[in-house]
């Protein structure tokens, strides 16, 4: 019995790791499909900023540690103290900087002007800056994996969620470390708290939360987003209130926050240190809140900026396979012939979900100026789950109507498992971005 279990789990992981290769895979097309170029070559920036920073960390100069209004300083813990093995001179890249911003234009102009000498500059510095990033990806790739099955989510939902998340190209979009690790700190939060206020794990899922919330926080300011957004959930559990659910509310909630701050301060000392620089960061950025703005314009900025978002989801991310089993779900629960499906499944967990998506849509669109759909990424990471359960459902009542044993039923997963990923990959290629250069020398030849 013991053999048959451990058995289980090495095919598990085995099954995890498969997916995750097949994530680099696509990714990897997608690079070959766009010749090898960066989409946001202002990582040079951070390598740079990193620099500064870890310059400061050994020196304990805690003044100037924020530069950038993103802010990225995990970015700088994680990915920068490479930066200390490596001998490179970004003069000339400043250089590029500053005869671009006396012409008006900003560093973005220096640094995507398609110079080949940025390109290889960039290049010998590139892969040890990038390599934490890819580990720390690996890394939450399984533990997503992980926590959705630790939130009651069976095998085939959440390596189809995994799957999703690892194929999609519209996390190219984790292209700058800010992003990447706004993604993965923030769902790691968000579902850690999950596993924790649904009593499926002990107090350290709390504390995790507030671990992970912190350094979110600290990689991008859209992350205060959860702090609101968890004291809404613990009431919600909590429903109806008494007096002695208030305590314990409170309590949690408190001891939450506190973790966070103490986190927050161990990796920005600067909290302390330099008070002033957080709060310019935190209130007085344009980066972070549109402030002074006629209604009119703001009218203008939330119909058209929104459209043209919306459009572009619509365009790209809702031609895939994950979005197309995230309506079958919506369709499912609606058919009341069909719900039996879903009887297994945590329901009230797939709505907080759900609610998380919508307030975050709603918070991006609304309190915040970028409206770059890119900024509503750490939603589509979690959006990944729901369309997991909406291609549940379908196989599941497909399996019904044709009477599939279980073991017919792996075969069945098995081959959509196969189109999704070559579904993911004929969309990269057919985008009309394959260079000439690979299809003559015969990569990719088959398509």
């Known amino acids: 019995m013991s053999f048959k279990s451990n058995y289980q789990k090495l095919e598990e992981f085995v099954s995890v790791m498969v997916i995750i ?7 990897a097309i997608m690079k070959l499909n766009n010749s090898f170029t960066f989409p946001s070559l202002d990582e040079m920036l951070w390598h740079y900023r990193s620099s500064i920073f870890w310059d400061k960390i050994v020196n304990f100069d805690f003044s100037g540690l924020i530069q950038s209004a993103q802010p990225g ?11 200390k093995f490596i001998d490179f001179d970004f003069n000339d890249i400043m250089r590029r900087i500053a005869e671009k911003k006396a012409e008006g234009l900003d560093f973005n102009s220096a640094i995507n002007d398609n110079s080949q000498a940025v390109y290889a500059a960039y290049e010998t510095i590139s892969f040890a800056f990038n390599t934490p990033l890819i580990l720390l990806t690996v890394a939450f790739f399984i533990s997503f994996y992980y926590l959705i099955r630790k939130l009651g989510f069976n ?30 700190f923030i769902t790691l939060s968000f579902l850690t708290i999950l596993v924790y206020i649904n009593k499926l794990g002990s107090r350290k899922y709390l504390y995790l939360s507030a671990m992970f919330g912190s350094w979110a926080v600290l990689s991008k300011l859209s992350a205060f987003f959860i702090l609101p957004f968890y004291l809404l959930i ?76 919306f459009l572009f989801v ?34 009230k967990i797939i709505n907080i979900i759900i ?4 307030l975050f849509f709603v918070m991006v669109t609304i309190i915040s100026k970028n409206h770059d759909i890119r ?24 399996a019904e109507k044709i009477k599939l044993d279980n073991e017919n039923k792996k075969i069945f997963y098995v ?5 999704i990923v070559l579904s993911q990959i004929f969309f990269i290629v057919s985008s009309g971005q394959l260079s000439d250069k690979i299809i003559e020398t015969g990569i990719l030849k088959f398509f």
């Not at 979005?323 to 879903?342: C, P």
């Not at 081959?415 to 189109?419: A, P």
């Open 314 to 347: 619509m365009i790209g991310y809702m031609a895939q396979a994950s979005s197309m089993s995230m309506f079958a779900y919506f369709i499912i629960n609606l058919k009341k012939e069909y719900m039996h499906v879903f009887n297994s499944l945590p329901k």
């Open 155 to 184: 095998k085939v939902i959440s390596s189809f969620a995994l799957l999703f998340l690892t194929t999609n190209v519209f996390l190219a979009y984790w292209n700058t470390p800010s992003d990447k690790m706004l993604n993965i």
């Open 21 to 27: 290769f097949s994530g680099f895979v696509v990714t």
């Open 375 to 398: 900024f509503m990424s750490p939603a589509f990471v979690v959006l990944n789950i729901v369309s997991a359960v909406g291609l549940y459902g379908i196989f599941e009542l497909i």
């Open 73 to 83: 300083i995990t970015v700088y813990w994680f990915s920068g103290f490479m930066m």
């Open 355 to 358: 609610l998380y998506i919508g």
């Open 234 to 309: 613990f009431v919600f559990y909590a429903w109806p209130i008494d007096k002695k659910k208030i305590k314990l509310i409170i309590k949690d909630y408190l001891l939450w926050i506190l973790i966070f701050i103490v986190i927050s301060i161990i990796f920005l000392p600067t909290i302390i240190t330099n008070p002033q620089e957080v709060y310019n960061l935190v209130f007085k950025s344009e980066s972070v809140v549109e402030k002074n703005y006629e209604i009119s314009n703001y009218a203008n900025r939330i119909v058209f900026d929104y459209l043209k978002s």
């Open 415 to 419: 081959l959509m498992f196969i189109v």
